[in-house]
């Protein structure tokens, strides 16, 4: 089983920058696929950002050109840089990572990242 733990939550102004982190207990190959999702009080949990491989980013139309993410394979671990945050973006994010060779879905616990002045 793999275990996701996130890092880098927390409460910040409009306009300023978080980046959140994820490390993952196992070994992740360039096919697997690392991504964000996050989910606000009342409402379903959406695709912030993912990355199928290590060649290739999907962004939320809602984040593109403020959010940027990334991956280090060597350290297992997937990042998402946040710029110009939003009140709108307020959520628990979670990481997320899907393992190609056994075609299984994984989760972080989540971390709260709260937009507010």
């Known amino acids: 089983q793999v275990q996701l733990v996130e890092s880098g939550g927390g409460l910040v102004q409009p306009g300023g920058s978080l980046r959140l982190s994820c490390a993952a207990s196992e070994t992740m190959l360039s096919i697997d696929a690392m991504g964000w999702y996050r989910q606000a009080p009342g409402k379903q949990r959406e695709l912030v950002a993912t990355?199928?491989?290590?060649?290739?980013?999907i962004y939320a139309d809602s984040v593109k050109g403020r959010f940027t993410i990334s991956r280090d394979n060597a350290q297992n671990a997937v990042y998402l840089q946040m710029n110009s945050l939003k009140p709108d973006d307020t959520a628990v994010y979670y990481c997320t990572v899907h393992r190609y060779r056994t075609n299984q879905d994984y989760w972080g616990q989540g971390t709260q990242v709260t937009v507010s002045s």
């Open positions: 990355m199928p491989s290590s060649l290739r980013t």
